[in-house]
């Protein structure tokens, strides 16, 4: 009875020592903030529903590249695509796949919030410097209904590197010559005008403080502040309003089988132009620094989740839902994960 006794223990020791052991485990991630809030929601429901713990760390897309190439996380997250010149410093073969769309919107501080329109050339002109007053006549020529103050502009941007940065410059670089030679994409600027904020919410505050600021921020920032967000031309010519459908029109081109691609000035005809997919990253082969193939197993499982399960959650929180023809692209990258060159996911 004695011996039946101690067996019994022993397995119950086992059985809570393996479960003590599964709910411990902590998946490390670092990088973008431009998706952190929806990042936050996910890694914290999904903590709920399986156990698994996922420390992101929203440090910028520079920092989350760093420390995976470094070793120091599970998997990076990245606003802009890593480039070849980047991948071949790499010490092993980086895969992306990307988790949402996002918008990257401009907002401004005018009397009775009017909701603006504005072409490629008159942004671009606007952070250049080169417009400087509200009531500027181009501004109010494609704004008839608008009563424009004489107001001078105060061009915001982003005193920190950033991925939002990034994505506006992609997009400056794209539609204004002067600008890309002049001031160019990154995610930190050398800035020709404005005043510097500090993340989304120091960009935000400041326009909000100052009476005729411009400003660019996340879709979710402008809509969480009761922001303006200005309509803007495309490519095909419509005066697109950031929307859920609009961003996700944008990704309505062809897609590589890497993912890596700017969507910014779309080519889809009701595609919002400053959008943008963002990525996380990770190294298609796990059998690194003593990882366990349990390890890799749990990385490949959650990032499964997040482009399946975990996209009912990107509409509340103002980020587009991955189109499936998107989706299917990432299960294939995710499905390329190895551990000791064998797929880790069936």
Same mark, same amino acid.
């Given at each position: 009875m004695k011996r039946l006794l101690d067996i019994f223990v022993i397995v119950c020791m086992i059985f809570i020592y393996g479960v003590c052991w599964s709910q411990s485990l902590v998946l490390t991630g670092a990088g973008a903030t431009f998706p952190y809030p929806l990042y936050a929601k996910w890694f914290y429901v999904y903590e709920k529903i399986t156990g698994v713990k996922v420390n992101y760390q929203a440090i910028g897309s520079?920092?989350? &590249?760093r420390q995976l190439i470094n070793r120091v996380v599970d998997f990076g997250g990245t606003d802009a695509f890593m480039s070849d010149k980047e991948l071949s410093r790499s010490p092993a073969k980086i895969l992306h796949f990307p988790t949402c769309l *996002? @918008?990257?919107? +401009?907002t401004y501080n005018l009397p009775g919030k009017p909701v603006l329109k504005l072409t490629?050339? &008159?942004i671009a002109d606007i952070?250049? *410097? /080169? &417009?400087? /007053?509200? !009531?500027? $006549?181009?501004i109010a020529k494609i704004n008839p209904d608008v009563k424009l103050p004489n107001l001078d502009i105060v061009v915001i941007h982003r005193s920190d590197g950033s991925g939002t940065t990034f994505i506006f410059s992609d997009y400056l670089s794209k539609v204004s010559k002067e600008w890309k030679e002049r001031v160019g994409r990154g995610k930190s600027l050398n800035w020709p005008i404005g005043l510097g904020g500090k993340g989304n919410p120091g960009? @935000?505050?400041l326009v909000k403080q100052i009476p005729g600021a411009i400003g660019y921020v996340e879709l979710i920032y402008a809509g969480q502040n009761n922001m303006p967000v @200005?309509?803007?031309? #495309?490519?095909?010519?419509h005066f697109i309003k950031p929307t859920m459908k609009s961003v996700s029109l944008a990704? #309505? %081109?062809? +897609?590589?089988? !890497?993912?890596? +691609? $700017? %969507?910014?000035?779309?080519d889809a005809e009701y595609g919002y132009p400053i959008s943008s997919f963002t990525w996380i990253i990770f190294y298609k082969e796990q059998a690194y620094n003593g990882r366990s193939k349990k390890r890799a197993k749990a990385l490949a499982e959650l990032f499964w989740w997040m482009i399946h399960e975990g996209q009912k959650y #990107?509409?509340?929180l103002l980020y587009s839902r991955l189109p499936e023809a998107v989706v299917k692209k990432a299960e294939a990258i995710i499905k390329d994960m190895t551990y000791n060159g064998k797929s880790v996911l069936k």
């Open positions: 520079g920092g989350g &590249i *996002g @918008a990257v919107v +401009i490629p050339d &008159i952070f250049l *410097g /080169k &417009i400087k /007053k509200w !009531d500027d $006549s181009r960009v @935000a505050a @200005a309509l803007i031309r #495309n490519k095909s010519g990704a #309505n %081109i062809s +897609i590589p089988a !890497d993912t890596r +691609i $700017s %969507i910014t000035n779309t #990107n509409e509340k």
